[in-house]
């Protein structure tokens, strides 16, 4: 089978195609031949070397994949034929990375496709959804009314934090960096939409909030840009942090922090998979909420396995609005 694979870390250009033999199933565990792959920028961060989660060399990529169960071992659970995503972080990605035509994991790692979602598009939910569910409905609860900052709203994660915050009845306001993408954020349903490199972003929550104070904030950024989050929360708002794009040193005014009686969460899906309970429930929810059209994947650009070079540097040039897809 084809795989990605990269000896070192770096950029795109450290990714090969390469041929490799398909692991077996054992006892408890599936192999799923793979119909699509969901980009994250968790994927970059671990070609980089700069992912929480480190890899061991020569490694395997693919954070996300879904497809097909074509073998199973002594499993009860799937057969073959049952179209399955694969959660991500449930798997060691250096020996079993998604980025290829097929990938062997446990069973216990897979979760039901909706029948709304096309094989082309099945790797194009779990990151995405359960790390917003986990976020909004888990960690914390969003409420009807609730104001919610979504940064980076233009990526996946961010246009489904849209999704969610609207389904709760809250308040989104939408952040972006980019002119072209604030008139697509508005169409997605964002209630409001702050362009942050020509808009003032205290006054703009000022505005929007009549002065009491942004509720959540739902942050990929960090970085200097986090004062300006504290100053914009309400008494007793949320700070959930999920992302780096801005690797610089965060900054945030403690006597704030400590007089509006902050919480500052850092997060990651990892913590949902580990209440298995809380998980269950998110699966079932959001695949509800697909089946009922209530959520509905925004995919931007679809790429071959031949072509993940390509891919990566697509999601490296933050040009997307939604989800980048590889397809084997």
């Keep these: 089978m084809k795989t990605i694979f990269f000896e070192k870390h770096g950029d795109e250009t450290v990714l090969e195609v390469v041929d490799r033999e398909i692991r077996e199933p054992g006892a408890g565990e599936v192999l799923v031949r793979v119909t699509s792959v969901g980009l994250n920028r968790a994927d970059l961060l671990f070609v980089q070397g700069r992912y929480f989660q480190k890899a061991t060399l020569p490694s395997r990529a693919g954070m996300e994949p879904a497809g097909i169960v074509e073998q199973v071992g002594s499993c009860t659970e799937w057969t073959p034929g049952d179209r399955v995503g694969v959660l991500p972080s449930s798997f060691v990605i250096s020996s079993d990375g998604g980025l290829a035509e097929y990938v062997t994991v446990k069973a216990e790692s897979l979760v039901a496709t909706p029948a709304k979602i096309d094989d082309r598009d099945a790797g194009a939910i779990w990151m995405q959804y359960l790390t917003v569910w986990g976020a909004l409905h888990w ?3 969003v409420e009807a009314g609730q104001f919610v900052v979504i940064t980076a709203a233009s990526s996946s994660v961010g246009l489904s934090a849209i999704e969610m915050v609207n ?15 604030v008139a697509r954020l508005k169409e997605h349903g964002a209630a409001h939409v702050i362009n942050v490199r020509v808009e003032d972003y205290g006054a703009r929550i000022k505005e929007i909030t009549a002065g009491r104070g942004v509720n959540v904030v ?23 942090l999920y992302g780096l794009l801005d690797t610089r040193p965060m900054d945030a005014f403690p006597g704030l922090l400590i007089g509006k009686q902050l919480r500052l ?5 990892r913590g949902l998979q580990e209440d298995r309970a809380a998980l269950a429930r ?6 509800e909420a697909i089946e009922a059209g209530k959520l509905r994947p925004v995919i931007d650009r679809r790429f071959p396995l031949t072509q993940t070079r390509e891919a990566f540097a697509y999601m490296a040039s ?11």
Excluded: W
């Design 139 to 141: 960690l914390v609860s």
């Design 167 to 181: 389904a709760a009845r809250g308040i989104s306001i939408a952040t972006t960096t980019s002119a072209e993408k």
């Design 218 to 240: 739902f942050d990929a950024v960090a970085g200097p840009d986090m004062n300006g989050h504290v100053r914009a929360c309400a008494q007793g708002a949320s700070i959930i």
């Design 265 to 269: 969460f850092g997060y990651t899906i």
């Design 282 to 287: 998110g699966v079932r929810e959001v695949s």
């Design 318 to 328: 933050n040009k997307q609005f939604g989800k980048i897809v590889v397809n084997p």
